[in-house]
């Protein structure tokens, strides 16, 4: 079966750095990558999407990018603040029709004053 | 406001009794998800439903059962023959046309006492 990896320790870093997160994945590349953003107790929120066929993707201080090759995603907040800090999660999408989504386990990060 | 909402938010059971959650969403989705999360374990899949009086099973749907007579409700029953069923279950939609992000609602955390 799919195996999705999130670096599980926390990541911590000071504000105004940039912060990047990592997802690798095994096995058959996805149609589709995903990334969410959850808060303790909370449910996970949409950040950004990805398709195979895209190498990178950006949303205001957000950048992703999607390397088939290396079967990777890269996760970064630029000029990041600590109301970054949260658990970010990497979702793939492998089904030909609707969705299905494998999600990683999630790396938590927290920025710093 | 169109969102996903589950109830309760918190919920208590004692051991060998089954328990529903509630799932709703007014946001006119086709899909709709159960997952699972327990610490460092990322998201699980129950079951899902991609149509109105269809649904599937995820990656572990043992001890758990789902309906889905409409389209905008998806209950979740946990039955006595889930073995470890304290978790945080969370209830996710998404349009059932591509691959297109998925909302959650926030989420129900089971208790067994």
């Known amino acids: 079966s799919q195996k999705i990896e999130q670096n599980s320790e926390a990541l911590n870093i000071q504000e105004g750095k940039t912060a990047t997160l990592t997802c690798n994945y095994t096995?058959?590349?996805?149609?589709?990558l995903q990334w969410y953003r959850q808060d303790p107790g909370r449910g996970p929120v949409f950040l950004l999407l990805?398709?195979?066929?895209?190498k990178e993707k950006r949303k205001e201080r957000l950048k992703v990018t999607f390397d088939t090759t290396l079967k990777q995603s890269l996760f970064h907040i630029t000029a990041s603040q600590p109301a970054d800090s949260a658990t970010y999660l990497c979702?793939?999408?492998?089904?030909?029709?609707?969705?299905?989504?494998?999600f990683g386990t999630g790396t938590q990060l927290k920025v710093e004053l | 406001d169109g969102g996903i909402t589950q109830s309760p938010k918190y919920l208590f059971r004692k051991e060998g009794q089954n328990v529903t959650l509630s799932c709703e969403q007014n946001?006119?989705?086709?899909?709709m998800y159960w997952y699972r999360q327990d610490p460092g374990q990322g998201l699980r899949l129950i079951y899902y439903?991609?149509?109105?009086?269809?649904?599937q099973k995820g990656d572990i749907a043992e001890g758990y059962s789902v309906s889905r007579e409409k389209k905008e409700s998806f209950p979740l029953t946990v039955t006595s023959a889930q073995k470890n069923p304290t978790a945080f279950y969370l209830c996710?939609?998404?349009?059932?046309?591509?691959?297109?992000?998925?909302?959650f609602g926030q989420g129900t955390r089971l208790t067994v006492v």
């Open positions: 990805i398709r195979e066929n895209e």
């Open positions: 096995n058959y590349s996805p149609a589709y």
């Open positions: 439903s991609q149509i109105v009086n269809d649904f």
């Open positions: 979702a793939l999408d492998y089904t030909g029709g609707g969705n299905k989504l494998t």
């Open positions: 946001l006119n989705h086709d899909a």
């Open positions: 996710a939609s998404s349009i059932n046309r591509g691959h297109t992000e998925a909302f």
